[in-house]
């Protein structure tokens, strides 16, 4: 997935890119970013696990940001196959 960043109303914003692993379970599917260690979620359908994820990761990375922690940078290793839009300001 990738968060995309663009500047308005003079808030920066910066675009991040993250693996999504999606694990098949027998009552459903298990979604993980292996670079952000504790953001998981889970979906009966592959579908709606990608969907939590989205959910997922903005939360977690609003919830580092708020704190002041460092935000995880990954340099995936292969071509992204899914993008997501959203808007993250930077820490001030």
């Known amino acids: 997935m990738t968060l995309f960043g663009k500047c308005m109303y003079g808030?920066?914003?910066?675009a991040?890119?993250?693996t999504l692993?999606?694990?098949r379970h027998d009552d459903?599917?298990?979604?993980?970013?292996?670079a952000s260690p504790?953001?998981?979620t889970w979906g009966k359908t592959c579908?709606?696990?990608v969907k939590h994820a989205e959910e997922a990761l903005i939360g977690f990375?609003?919830?580092l940001r708020m704190n002041r922690e460092?935000?995880?940078v990954e340099r995936p290793s292969a071509p992204v196959s899914l993008r997501l839009a959203v808007e993250l300001p930077n820490a001030v």
């Open 38 to 40: 504790g953001c998981h």
């Open 47 to 49: 579908e709606a696990a």
């Open 70 to 72: 460092d935000i995880p």
């Open 16 to 18: 991040l890119t993250y």
């Open 21 to 23: 692993e999606i694990e």
């Open 28 to 34: 459903g599917y298990l979604a993980y970013f292996p």
């Open 11 to 14: 808030i920066l914003k910066q």
């Open 61 to 63: 990375l609003e919830a």
